[in-house]
């Protein structure tokens, strides 16, 4: 038992000295996101493929790191998605410092002067939103700031987005964003 506990405090130092978030940074195309974001982009293209999409309806949503995926796959595939919920959405402008749990997330990017966090960034996709979309943010969230998620909506130039704020909230969804998704889902299903 002494082994596997000490085995798990290797991993786990291991970890918290480095992130995933930092894999890769040095170049956009060998960032860790860089395979995901193709990955996300293949199986959207392989579920338009299906016979039982019924070609009209395309909702992308998330929430935290889900929130940036889903905003940046309906940028990615903006003539393809029909609606985007993105519920306090993660790294959405981080061409600024940008402090997550009391640390600055990209200090070594910035201060390496990489432009890798700044590629991926959801500003630069939120920018070919076309379809109707929700934000929510919450005023005390530690993990996707205000200022971030206000960056990424305001560069949103769909005419159809509404931005959900909750000022005594934190990193989380109230039932109050549950019950704009439900809304959102059924104003804008096509039939």
Request: with cysteine.
């Amino acid at each position: 038992m002494a082994d596997a506990a000490s085995a798990m405090e290797e991993y786990q130092k291991k970890l918290a000295s480095r992130s995933y978030l930092m894999e890769g940074c040095d170049e956009p195309e060998k960032y860790h996101f860089y395979t995901i974001f193709l990955g996300f982009d293949r199986a959207i293209d392989y579920l338009l493929s299906r016979p039982e999409w019924d070609n009209k309806n395309l909702i992308v949503e998330g929430a935290s790191q889900g929130g940036w995926l889903a905003l940046v796959m309906a940028g990615m595939k903006n003539e393809k998605v029909t609606a985007a919920i993105a519920q306090v959405p993660f790294m959405g402008d981080l061409g600024r410092r940008y402090w997550h749990a009391g640390t600055g997330l990209n200090n070594g990017l910035i201060d390496k002067g990489s432009v890798t966090i700044q590629y991926y960034a959801g500003v630069n996709f939120a920018r070919f939103i076309k379809c109707p979309v929700i934000v929510s943010v919450g005023y005390r969230d530690g993990s996707c700031h205000p200022a971030s998620v206000y960056a990424v909506y305001n560069v949103i130039p769909s005419a159809d987005k509404k931005l959900y704020a909750h000022p005594q909230a934190g990193h989380g969804l109230l039932p109050e964003d549950h019950e704009a998704k439900d809304a959102f889902m059924k104003k804008i299903k096509v039939e």
